[in-house]
């Protein structure tokens, strides 16, 4: 075998190395992405179930679920201290909507994550009364979708 003959060989070789090399580069990067896409699902679902429950354990007292109850029904018979107390329970609720909607639309893996939004507070008095005075410091997303549910409950 000649020199020029054993330095083809060895090229042969070295392509052959190299392409195993890049298949198996390519493969191991597969994988972490994989893994990365999965860690990403998991990490944006485990935010908002965090500001779900944060907004829960707001009224987990019977002080505060009588603040709650009563700001939603009858918000003038709360006193001042009860109502700012509302009103702040009120703004965790919606930013905790808001920041789950942030959410499902940057992450793909939530899109079918559904939000319950403000149906089932827009019929209270207390809840209306709350938004007409803060609106103009919401998002507009949760504007449309607050606006949206006070259209229902008129219409029923």
Known sequence: ?????????????GEFFGA???????????VQVRHSAEASRLDGQARVLEMANQALTLRT????SRVWLTGL??????TPEE????YNMLLIQVNAVQITQLNKESSPFLQDLEVRGFSGLAKYPGFRRWYESNRDYLGPVVTREIDEALREVARD
């Open 1 to 13: 075998m000649t020199l020029m003959e054993t330095a083809q060989l060895l090229g042969n070789f």
């Open 20 to 30: 195993i090399a890049v298949v198996a580069t390519l493969t191991y990067l597969a």
């Open 61 to 64: 007292t019977p002080a505060a």
């Open 73 to 78: 029904a009858a918000p003038d018979e709360l």
């Open 83 to 86: 109502k700012n107390s509302f």
